[in-house]
């Protein structure tokens, strides 16, 4: 459940993302060429400055990048050179609105690539990569530029700044710090050197995951062997196989985690096998596509440009710009959640071999065992299993009868579907979202189904950030990975499922809702270890009884989800979750291991480290993978959440919190859901995040509902 949005920061547009000019004729065709003729060069005439995907065409995209990086360049220039001294409007009201074009060319194509790519596209995000952070640091390395805003910095406090000013100024002097405003001319050489090579190998770790998983689907031959499959995820199964021209077989497709689905229902052992060891194995298993050597490069250069900065490792660097602060604090947390957690796995797999043991031919329980007798001890101790809830959660019923219907009755919003938008892709959706007077919003676009040309994972985007300088509303874009049904079935969906969808919109929410003035602070702008947070508190509403109610209902009856399994389901909530604890844990622990270490620490076996790091944290549990392993891991190399993956979880103290302050003060509510709007998700970045937080909740966060919620308070050591 990434948030993409959480690409890149809309300010990563605005203090860089541009190259040194076209020379020569470049220059001069990229100049001459009608803005008519090429539609990224100019603003969008669609409602909300809707990108007209009808009319981008991929050879588009390299003229517009030379034009938007030419004028970026040229507007930061002229706001360094002004002869006039620095006043806040001339310097970072103008950085504000330098960069728009360019925002705009890099962030569609950087959603277009993650959604649908194809070989053009994916070269140019390869091409662009260096040169983009090339001019990032050539605006955020230029000493004049900076000096002026040391300048407003040193009188910050006689400048009557408002607050969200003030922020502001307070957040480009920290950017420039950190980009190394500060380092003599021959340090500044070298980091431009380590940025631009690591901007490459980000993108380059991302194509290789893509096409390895593509790569990795499992052929099957024999349809015996698929037993346990619905008719529909047969027939699925069937019609991929076609497309690939593999008539007579079934192709099943792997998601980007760890684990796989499937693996919950697939009787055949030997099969469930193959489906997880072609799934941990991607990456590291030699060919084209193995990403061990750049994840040790990677590595290596991060933490060698983190000591350039001043900072013991690259951890050190990331955190000190996150709500968490330091090493220690994000150390002490996992190392909190680590051992209950991994004691309650061991616990959940003792009952599980129990089961397996009873067979005719008991066996070691295995990784690809998991969550097949998962199901088996749920359905005991709850007597139901997963595939008794699939008919009542279909994806549109899910979509409008509940994830729509929490946020009407929580904030009075309003949603119509419009055929009349382009998309990029058939499959996306496109509504138009009203406030509560009826005003109009913003737009919002689902893009739900599962594709060869779609990164894995889940995650939010913007197109169009909110801001009242630039006179913006929002167009914000949710995409899952759900498998789409053959013509003429239902889309049905896991409880899982569910609720990544509930989640990606609480993103989507925060963008909707952005209320600000500066589009450096839009939406969710804000530290990785807050963003996750309001995401994580829109989760609730999915078992909230009046929402389920809603929207659970059997996709060929209507009948609503019987009360009997609607309380089994809720009772078994904490089910599993030393599992769901212990392979996110061990992700986080791994993100971290990597990112604090020095320089002459990187190992030499990438696959060694990572048994090392997990065997460090006591995590090392066979029968529980990591959630991802290093060699696809895309949040750390390629989603710019390096040393940030604990963000997810450091995010949920404070939604584990909110959702108790939810509860006691009366659920579903417009005067809760105002609240939390008007102290929360409207003030994007504006404002320190733990602040926000007080405004909302009147007090510190407690760990002790997100210990409640894991069951791991009984089993927690004091801290």
């Known amino acids: 459940m990434n948030m993409l949005s959480t690409r890149a920061l809309l300010v990563a547009a605005l203090l860089g993302l541009a190259a040194p000019p076209p020379a020569g004729a470049a220059a001069a065709a990229a100049k001459a060429r009608p803005a008519a003729a090429n539609p990224l060069l100019s603003e969008s005439s669609l409602p909300y400055r809707m990108p007209p995907f009808d009319r981008i065409k991929d050879e588009h995209f390299q003229p517009a990048y030379e034009q938007a990086m030419a004028e970026h360049l040229k507007q930061v220039e002229a706001i360094a050179a002004d002869p ?151 027939a699925a199964a069937e019609s991929a196989a076609k497309a690939e021209k593999l008539d007579g077989k079934f192709l099943l497709r792997l998601n980007n985690t760890s684990g796989q689905p499937l693996l919950a229902v697939l009787e055949n052992r030997g099969l469930r096998a193959r489906i997880l060891r072609a799934s941990l194995a991607r990456g590291s298993r030699g060919g084209p596509f193995d990403n061990r050597a750049i994840v040790l490069r990677v590595v290596r250069l991060r933490a060698e440009r983190a000591a350039l900065l001043g900072f013991s490792s690259h951890a050190a660097y990331v955190l000190d710009n996150e709500t968490a602060r330091s090493v220690g604090a994000v150390n002490k947390l996992l190392a909190q959640l680590a051992a209950p957690a991994a004691a309650n796995a061991r616990r959940e797999a003792a009952d599980m071999q129990a ?87 913003g737009l919002f676009l689902g893009d739900f189904y599962a594709r060869p040309t779609k990164k894995g994972g889940a995650w939010m985007n913007e197109y169009m950030s909110q801001s009242a300088l630039l006179g913006t509303k929002p167009v914000i874009g949710n995409h899952l990975n759900i498998q789409k049904p053959s013509a003429g079935e239902p889309a049905l969906l ?97 993100d971290q291991a990597w990112h604090q270490l020095k320089p002459r620490e990187t190992p030499e076996d990438a696959l060694a480290f990572e048994a090392a790091a997990l065997r460090g944290a006591g995590l090392d549990f066979a029968p529980v993978p990591p959630r991802y392993r290093s060699a696809y891991f895309l949040h750390p190399f390629s989603w710019e959440y390096d040393a940030a993956y604990y963000a997810y979880i450091w995010s949920e103290v404070l939604d584990a919190d909110s959702v108790e302050w939810f509860k006691t003060h009366g659920g579903l509510t417009r005067e809760n859901g105002d609240r939390f709007r008007a102290a929360l998700l409207s003030r994007g970045g504006s404002a320190e995040p733990m602040s926000l937080f007080r405004a909302f909740a009147g007090r510190d966060p407690d760990i002790k509902p997100l210990l409640a919620r894991r069951g791991l308070d009984q089993a927690a050591p004091k801290p």
Do not use: C
């Open 494 to 590: 896991t409880v899982d499922e569910v609720k990544t969808m509930f989640h990606e919109f609480g993103h989507a929410l925060h963008g909707l809702f952005s209320n600000v003035r500066y589009p450096r602070f839009g939406g969710t702008n804000v530290p990785h270890d807050f963003v996750e947070y309001p995401s994580q508190v829109n989760e609730m509403w999915q078992n909230w009884p009046e929402v389920l109610a809603h929207y659970a209902r059997h996709h060929r009856t209507g009948e609503p989800i019987p009360s009997a399994l609607l309380e089994k389901v809720l009772a078994a909530q904490k089910f599993n979750q030393g599992f769901i604890t212990t392979e996110y844990l061990a992700a986080a622990v791994l």
């Open 84 to 234: 006039n001294p620095p006043t806040f409007e001339n310097t970072l009201v103008a950085l504000e609105r330098s960069g728009r074009m360019l925002a705009r060319v890099d962030e569609l194509l950087s959603n277009l690539v993650n959604a649908d790519a194809n070989p053009v596209r994916k070269k140019i995000e390869l091409e662009k990569a260096p040169k983009l952070a090339a001019h990032r640091d050539a605006i955020r390395l230029n000493a004049a530029l900076f000096a002026r805003i040391q300048a407003l910095y040193d009188r910050r406090g006689r400048l009557g700044l408002d607050p969200e000013s003030a922020w502001l100024l307070e957040r480009y002097y920290q950017d420039f710090v950190r980009a190394g405003a500060r380092l003599s001319d021959a340090d500044k050489t070298k980091l431009k050197a380590m940025n631009a090579e690591l901007a490459s190998l980000g993108v380059a770790f991302s194509q290789n995951a893509l096409n390895e998983v593509n790569a990795s689907t499992v052929i099957v031959a024999d349809r015996a062997e698929l037993a346990g499959l619905s008719p529909a995820e047969l």
């Open 355 to 441: 089961l397996i043991d009873q067979e005719p031919a008991p066996f070691p329980l295995a990784a690809w065992d998991w969550a097949y007798y998962a199901e088996k001890v749920r359905s005991r101790l709850y007597a139901f299993d997963a595939s008794q809830l699939r008919p009542y959660f279909e994806l549109d019923r899910v979509l409008q009868d509940g994830v729509f219907y929490a946020a009407n009755r929580l904030y009075g919003i309003t949603f119509k579907e419009r055929h009349d938008l382009p998309t990029y892709h058939p499959d996306v959706r496109v509504f138009e979202v009203f406030d509560a007077d009826g005003s109009p919003l």
